[in-house]
């Protein structure tokens, strides 16, 4: 009887250890947050307006929606850093292209979604050009994608940045601590925003 309860202890604590801790953004003041994730806190940057609350969130207001949310996908650019590691999302990781876009018009049946370029609805094109490296690496964040609700909000990544200026509502970290992160993250890792 004791080894049967060893072994269903041992059993149980397997499965828990497979459970993935959740990445924690706190805002410290304005844009400025720590990302904490696995005992490291590393500097971040929200919405250049702060933080709100999802029912509140309004498309374009510069606001980064609070909540528990999962990372739905991964794209990189494969002309400028190599094929990263991104733990338990490497099934949705994708090489991104020059006519990837988000669609961001509350007009269209494909609001707050990947499209394909050229597009007729208004949109944010995910391949930059330039010195700007916000897209090099990011993660979509699952905020308002089911269902899609018009005008909530679009385009909420986790995405690199280098000097921690505010965002258009989006989460911002070095290139360097955006990999460290995704390294560890399990498909069911949810990032909450506070």
């Not at 000097?163 to 399990?186: H, K, P, Q």
Request: hydrophobic share 35%; aromatic share 12%; glycine share 8%.
């Amino acid at each position: 009887m004791k080894y049967l309860f060893l072994l269903l202890l041992m059993i149980l604590s397997s499965s828990l250890s497979l459970s993935s801790s959740s990445i924690q953004v706190v805002s410290t003041e304005g844009y400025s947050c720590n990302l904490s994730f696995f005992n490291r806190t590393m500097p971040c940057s929200l919405g250049t307006n702060g933080v709100i609350s999802p029912d509140m969130k309004e498309e374009g207001d510069g606001k980064t929606p609070s909540g528990s949310y999962l990372l739905r996908q991964v794209y990189y650019r494969a002309d400028r850093i190599s094929k990263p590691n991104t733990g338990g999302l490497s099934n949705v990781t994708n090489i991104l292209h020059p006519k990837d876009g988000w669609c961001d018009d509350s007009q269209s049946l494909e609001y707050n979604m990947h499209i394909n370029l050229p597009y007729v609805y208004h949109h944010e094109n995910l391949w930059e050009i330039g010195d700007v490296h916000f897209y090099d690496l990011f993660a979509v964040i699952g905020y308002n994608d089911s269902p899609q609700i018009p005008g909530k909000g679009s385009a909420i990544f986790f995405h690199t940045t280098i000097e921690y200026g505010g965002t258009a509502g989006c989460v911002a970290l070095s290139l360097i601590d955006l990999e460290w992160v995704l390294v560890r993250v399990e498909y069911d890792t949810y990032i909450e925003i506070a």
